[in-house]
């Protein structure tokens, strides 16, 4: 928020396209991230993962397949790419105002 102030303050229609460019990236990212998350859930739902290895029943051939594309996603590289790029965001204009308010 406090880049898009001092793009409004050098130039008001370039600050009020930043605002929107930001909120509509956390927008589809967070959409993005329900997404993903509610699919791995449905297939816990789906398949009883959790009753199956919470019971020791046995699983079967399929709730592996389930279970490895679960872990298989959480290690995803782009996943990781995305908080990579949310941190060092987030941190910059953490600096930024740390930097317009003590100077």
């Known amino acids: ?8 303050h050098m130039n008001p229609v370039y600050g ?3 605002w929107y460019i930001g909120i509509g990236g956390f927008f589809i990212f967070f959409m993005y991230k329900y997404k993903v ?8 739902k789906e398949h009883n993962i959790v009753y199956k290895i919470d019971q ?11 279970i490895n ?14 908080y990579f790029f949310i941190f060092v965001l987030s941190a ?9 308010d003590l100077f």
């Open 1 to 8: 928020m406090r880049v898009v102030t001092v793009i409004m």
């Open 16 to 18: 009020k396209i930043s």
């Open 37 to 44: 998350t509610q699919g791995r859930y449905n297939l816990i």
């Open 56 to 66: 020791n029943k046995p699983l079967s051939k399929e709730d592996y397949g389930v």
């Open 69 to 82: 594309g679960i872990l298989c996603s959480l290690s995803a590289k782009k996943e990781r790419i995305n």
């Open 92 to 100: 910059l204009a953490l600096i930024v105002a740390l930097y317009m």
